[in-house]
């Protein structure tokens, strides 16, 4: 199993990315996704989740209204776009694999992890 993150880079507040995650090894449409991050001296927190078949999606506070979660089952590919950035955003973001069909939000519920994309959002 793979999961390959791209996409981070330094960016300015109100900024935008597209975050993606190229996934092998499994039958990615089986299973839904997630999107964590983790900024220095702080622990993994949640950011998006999205279902095996795209149609339910679930967000963090801190995200909500500003970051989307999408996935295209043909590409096994996983996607974060993040809007109106803030310097609180700035964090690795790491997408991982659900063990469930169904959204979940916790760390335990996510068996398999990619390395990591840095977004750094500083003027």
């Known amino acids: 199993v793979q999961l390959v993150e791209s996409g981070g880079g330094l960016v300015q507040p109100g900024g935008s990315l597209r975050l993606s995650c190229v996934v092998s090894?499994?039958?990615?449409?089986?299973?839904?996704m997630g999107w964590f991050r983790q900024a220095p001296g702080k622990e993994r927190e949640f950011v998006a989740t999205?279902?095996?078949?795209?149609?339910?999606?679930y967000y963090g506070d801190s995200v909500k209204g500003r970051f989307t979660i999408s996935r295209d089952n043909a590409k096994n590919t996983l996607y974060l776009q993040i809007s109106n950035l803030k310097p609180e955003d700035t964090a690795v973001y790491y997408c991982?694999?659900?063990?469930?069909?169904?959204?979940?939000?916790?760390?335990?519920?996510?068996?398999?992890w990619g390395q990591g994309t840095q977004v750094t959002v500083s003027s």
């Open positions: 991982a694999k659900s063990t469930s069909r169904i959204i979940r939000t916790t760390l335990s519920m996510y068996d398999y």
């Open positions: 090894g499994f039958t990615f449409s089986s299973y839904a």
């Open positions: 999205i279902s095996w078949g795209g149609t339910s999606t």
